[in-house]
C-alpha cells in the first residue's frame, strides 16, 4: 500500500473515531457505546504507556497505576482546591504529579533487573496505594475523591458526555502518535537495544540508566494523563484507581493484546472493555464473573498465544497469503 494512500486511510480512521457519537447517534440513543468506547480508549493510553516500559524498554512493572491513580487524584484536586476547571491547569497538574512521582520511584528501580525490578515497582506502588487510602483530608481515603469536574477549554465546555468523548478520543490519537513515533525513532531504537541486550548497549557509549529512566517518567506522565480522563469521566476518583488490581489490568491488556506493538495495547484494551462490561450484561446475574473469564483469557493467550491478538493476526494473514 502506497504511503500517501495509507496516511490517508489512518487520517479517516481518526477523524471517525473522534466524531463517533455524532455519527453513530441515530443507532445508538442510549450512548452506552459511545460510553464504553470512551473507557476503552482511556485503557489504551494506559496501556500504551505500559506498553512503553514491557514491550519498549524490557521493564515489566507492576506498579504502574500509580502514576494513574496520582494523575486522577492531582486532575481532582487541583481542580477543587484552585476552583477551577481549565484543562490546561487540570490536565497539567495530572501530568507534573504523575512525572514527579515516576523521577522519584524510577531513581530507586531503573537499575534493577527482572524479578527484583517487579517486586520493587510493586512494592512502591502499594507504598502510593497506601497514602491514597489512608490520607484521608486529601485524598478522601476509602471513601474516595467525588465530586470532580469536567473540564473547560477556556469557553468550550467538556461536560456533555460527547464532547468528554472527543476529548478523550483527540487525546487517544495523540497518544498513539507519540508512542508510533518514539517506536521509529532513533529514542525507540535504542530503548529496544536496551532490553535486547543492555550490556552491548553500555559498550557502546549508551548511558543505559539514563535511558530507562527517561522512559519510565515518559510512561508515567502518560498514565498520569489517562488517569486524569478517567477522573472527568467518572467524576470519581478511588484509591483502587492506584491499586495492584489495576496495575493487573493494564498489564493483561498489554500482554493479551501484544506487547511491543502499537496496535497491541489498542485491541487489548478492547477485548478487556467488553469482557468487563458487555458479557457480564448477556449473562445471568450469578454467573457475571468477568475476573474469572479475564482470567481464563490471560491464561489461554499465555499458553497458547504469547505473541498476543496482534501477533496472532499477524500469523493468521500470512498463513492465508501463502496458500
Same mark, same amino acid.
Request: aromatic residues 10%.
Given at each position: ?12 480512521? +481518526? ?16 450512548? *452506552?457505546?459511545?460510553? $464504553?468506547?470512551?473507557?476503552? $480508549? @482511556? ?18 512493572? =507492576? /506498579? ?7 494523575? +486522577?487524584?492531582? +486532575?481532582?484536586?487541583?481542580?477543587? !482546591? ?25 531513581? $530507586? ?10 517486586? =520493587?515497582?510493586?512494592?512502591?506502588? %502499594?507504598?502510593?496505594?497506601? &497514602? ?25 465546555? *467538556? ?17 498513539? *502518535? ?34 530507562? #529512566?527517561?522512559?519510565? @517518567?515518559?510512561? /508515567? ?18 484509591? %483502587? ?13 498489554? =500482554?493479551? /493484546? ?11 484494551? +478492547?477485548?478487556?472493555?467488553? &469482557?468487563? !462490561?458487555?458479557?457480564?450484561? $448477556? ?12 482470567? #481464563?483469557?490471560? &491464561? ?5 498465544? !504469547? %505473541?498476543?491478538?496482534? /501477533? =496472532?493476526? !499477524? %500469523?493468521?494473514?500470512?498463513? @492465508?497469503?501463502?496458500?
Amino acid at each position: 500500500m502506497r504511503p500517501l494512500v495509507r496516511w490517508a486511510l489512518v487520517a479517516a480512521a +481518526a477523524v471517525a473515531l473522534v466524531t463517533f457519537p455524532y455519527w453513530s447517534a441515530p443507532w445508538e440513543s442510549t450512548r *452506552f457505546a459511545t460510553t $464504553l468506547l470512551r473507557d476503552a $480508549l @482511556v485503557l489504551a493510553i494506559f496501556a500504551l504507556s505500559l506498553d512503553l516500559l514491557v514491550g519498549r524498554a524490557g521493564m515489566p512493572s =507492576l /506498579g504502574h497505576a500509580a502514576f494513574f491513580g496520582a494523575g +486522577a487524584y492531582a +486532575a481532582g484536586i487541583a481542580g477543587q !482546591r484552585l476552583a477551577t476547571d481549565q484543562l490546561p491547569i487540570t490536565l497539567g497538574a495530572a501530568a507534573l504529579v504523575a512525572a514527579l512521582l515516576a523521577l522519584v520511584i524510577g531513581v $530507586l528501580v531503573v537499575r534493577s533487573e527482572g524479578i527484583f525490578f517487579l517486586m =520493587l515497582t510493586l512494592a512502591l506502588a %502499594q507504598i502510593v496505594f497506601a &497514602i491514597a487510602f489512608q490520607w484521608t483530608a486529601v485524598t478522601g481515603g476509602s471513601n474516595g475523591l467525588s465530586g470532580v469536574g469536567r473540564p473547560m477549554l477556556a469557553t468550550l465546555d *467538556f461536560s456533555s458526555p460527547d464532547l468528554m468523548y472527543v476529548l478523550v478520543a483527540i487525546t487517544f490519537v495523540a497518544a498513539a *502518535f507519540l508512542v508510533w513515533g518514539l517506536a521509529r525513532s532513533p529514542y525507540g531504537r535504542a530503548l529496544i537495544g536496551v532490553r535486547e541486550n543492555e550490556r552491548r548497549m553500555r559498550a557502546l557509549g549508551y548511558d543505559t540508566a539514563r535511558l530507562r #529512566l527517561s522512559a519510565f @517518567v515518559l510512561a /508515567g506522565t502518560i498514565a498520569g494523563i489517562a488517569g486524569a480522563l478517567s477522573a472527568y469521566s467518572t467524576r470519581f476518583v478511588s484509591a %483502587q484507581d492506584a491499586g495492584l488490581g489495576n496495575s493487573v489490568r493494564a498489564f493483561v491488556t498489554v =500482554l493479551v /493484546g501484544g506487547a511491543g506493538t502499537l496496535g497491541g495495547p489498542i485491541a487489548g484494551s +478492547a477485548l478487556v472493555s467488553v &469482557i468487563e !462490561r458487555v458479557v457480564p450484561s $448477556l449473562l445471568p446475574v450469578e454467573l457475571r464473573i468477568s475476573e474469572a473469564i479475564l482470567g #481464563l483469557v490471560f &491464561i489461554a493467550f499465555v499458553l497458547f498465544a !504469547r %505473541q498476543g491478538m496482534v /501477533g =496472532l493476526g !499477524r %500469523q493468521t494473514w500470512l498463513r @492465508v497469503r501463502s496458500r
